[in-house]
């Protein structure tokens, strides 16, 4: 795939990634403690904490309420989730592609409830790319096996050139499919966001019944483009 050159926006959102996994620890999703502490995403959370005290750009009780993302990230996740597994159960779409999956769970979690699911992680993070052996660390200790439908590629969300390769893959032409997208549009500015949903749509054009769930767009926790 093509080689990706990193913009401040994908460093934030890889940056905040690396502690993700710790605030979800504390609404008790599947897997994630453990993944918090195989990544050590507790010590990068307080690392950063310490980081923006030392520049005075946070107070401490700034910092307390930045855990406050916790219940945003919960209400996100559960309702993202939810689309997915409609998106599974009721219109059985059984082919999902995750944009910018970074250290999520998610895949491993439906892969799991849904065996003849093909669900593929993407990322371009410098640490995405231990994610595979993490999943199968994690998947062993909770003696489930790997899943097969579960794949990790290296994609870059906004270059429709990084897309063909998987598309050819793992999506055939004619066959309906979702792409999951959770946390991206807040970091983008109005024409990233423009060019990953015209990616989308053309997509979705040659596989109809496709949809884009995201809950970054808008209140609801779904959108459709085709």
């Not at 005075?56 to 689309?83: F, V």
């Not at 998610?106 to 371009?124: K, T």
């Not at 109005?190 to 808008?218: C, H, Q, V, W, Y």
């Amino acid at each position: 795939m093509a080689e990706t050159q990193n913009t401040s926006s994908d460093k934030k959102v890889s940056f905040t990634a690396d502690y993700h996994p710790f605030l979800k620890t504390f609404y008790g999703l599947p897997f994630t403690q453990r993944i918090s502490d195989l990544t050590g995403s507790r010590a990068k959370w307080e690392e950063m904490v310490s980081i923006c005290q030392r520049e005075e750009s946070m107070t401490e009780e700034e910092a307390k309420g930045i855990l406050g993302m916790a219940t945003i990230m919960e209400a996100r996740y559960k309702s993202s989730g939810q689309a997915i597994r409609q998106t599974v159960e009721k219109l059985g779409i059984e082919k999902g592609l995750e944009l910018a999956a970074g250290l999520s769970q998610r895949g491993l979690e439906f892969a799991r409830d849904y065996p003849n699911l093909v669900y593929v992680e993407s990322d371009i993070s410098d640490g995405f790319k231990q994610k595979p052996e993490l999943i199968r660390k994690v998947a062993e200790e909770e003696g489930i096996a790997m899943p097969r439908g579960l794949s990790f590629v290296t994609l870059d969300a906004q270059k429709r050139e990084d897309y063909r390769e998987v598309l050819a893959k793992f999506f055939p032409t004619g066959q309906a499919m979702f792409i999951y997208a959770e946390g991206l549009f807040a970091y983008w500015d109005e024409e990233r966001k423009a060019n990953l949903l015209g990616i989308a749509r053309d997509i979705f054009t040659s596989r109809p019944g496709s949809k884009l769930i995201t809950p970054d767009l808008s209140m609801h926790n779904e959108g459709r483009i085709a």
